[in-house]
Structure formats: C-alpha cells, structure tokens
C-alpha cells in the first residue's frame, strides 16, 4: 500500500484529500505544520508528497528545496497544491523539481487521477533491470541512477523519465504530444508549459551533454550527436 504525506494547513482541505486517498486504498498522513512533516520524515518517507505552498511556519517551496537536496527524499514524487494562480508561481515549483501542480480550488477525481498516475510511474513492477548508454550519458535503471563522464546526475523523476525516453529513442524524433502522455499520462491537464521547463532543467543538470537533446521546430525532440 503506497503511503501519502500530505502537508496542509487547512484542516478541510486536508480531511478532504485524506478521505479520498483512503477512500481507493492508499495509507495517508497529514501535518499541519512543516517542523510535524520533518519529524515524521525521520521515521520513513512516503510514495508520495502532497505538498501546500502557503503553510504557516515555512514556505512550501522552502520544504521543496529541502525534499529534493536530500537523496534519501529527492526521489518520491511532489504535487505541488495552491491557491496561487500566476505562472510564474506555477514555474517556480515546476523548476525546483515538483512533478506536478494542482490549484485550488480541484476536485477529487482529479486529485485521485494526477496520484495514480505518478504512483504508476514510479514503480516498475516486474521489470527487468537494462542499463542505457549515449555518449558521456549512462543510465542504470536498478539503481535509478544517470552518470555524466562518470559523475553522479541528481534528477527529479520526471526529468530521469524524459531522460529515458529520449535516450530509449535516441536518433529518432519523440514529439511532444508522445512526451506528454508516455510521461504524464493521457489523464495530464497542465499547459506545454510545463514539458518545456522540465526539458530546460534536464539540460542543465547534464551540462555539456545537455546540448544532445535537440528541439526539432514544431514537432518534438531527439537525443542526438549531431549538430
């Protein structure tokens, strides 16, 4: 049974959330304050963050740079759930490695749908362990791991999955309505937006080997060495 946290300070919104995750089987807790969040940490790290931006003793955003800087909770997968609006709040979570973004007010199908499919995502059942390999890029899907040159690539889930996406059709051309339903699922509602600021964070956490992943005008990408 995958495990929720959800961190809320709005007691309804919360009980709500809560209710409906538990509702199609799936373990929740919930904290109300950020230093409650961090002690249960300690204890074990979810499935899943449920995260609200606006919280009263720290920054959403502040506890999503922490999640992410820390390898033992950079890999379980964020929402990001706010009553900001703007894109720009928007980006800023998407570009501190968020994987998905909900402004309120949502309804819980949609809640329970954009959950499943980042649950879905993240867990390879079954699956035979490959190790991918392009160039200086090296990916070895037992361990989740991306080397560049031999030097540890700490990406966010989404950004790994482009990754592997691009690197399982290197040399051919992946257009981005296939992007989005491989990696965000056919359920996904968000604004291209979002795929674009994934693939400019991708590129710069691969550094000089991020100038492989070339944007072919109106269609999609590739992964390629050639000019």
Known sequence: MALIYIVEDDKNIAEIESFALRNVGYDVETFFRARDFYRALER????????????????????????????????????????????????????QGAD???????????????????????KVIGAVPFVLAFESIRMEE???????????????????????????????????????EKIWGTDFEGESRTLDVHMKSLRKKLGEAGSYIKTVRNVGYILTRED
């Open 44 to 95: 074990r790290v979810p499935d899943l963050f449920l995260l609200d931006i606006m919280l009263p003793d720290e920054d959403g955003l502040e506890i999503l740079r922490t999640l992410k800087a820390d390898p033992k909770t950079s890999y379980p997968p964020v929402i990001l759930v706010t009553a900001k609006t703007s894109e720009m709040d928007k980006v800023k979570g998407l570009d």
């Open 100 to 122: 998905d973004y909900m402004t309120k007010p949502f309804g819980v199908m949609e809640l329970i749908s954009r959950v499943k499919a980042l649950l879905r995502r993240t």
């Open 142 to 180: 037992e361990k989740h791991l991306v080397t560049v040159d031999g030097k540890t690539c700490e990406l966010t889930y989404k950004e790994y999955e482009l990754l592997k996406l691009l690197m399982i059709n290197a040399g051919i051309v992946t257009s981005r309505e296939v992007v989005l």
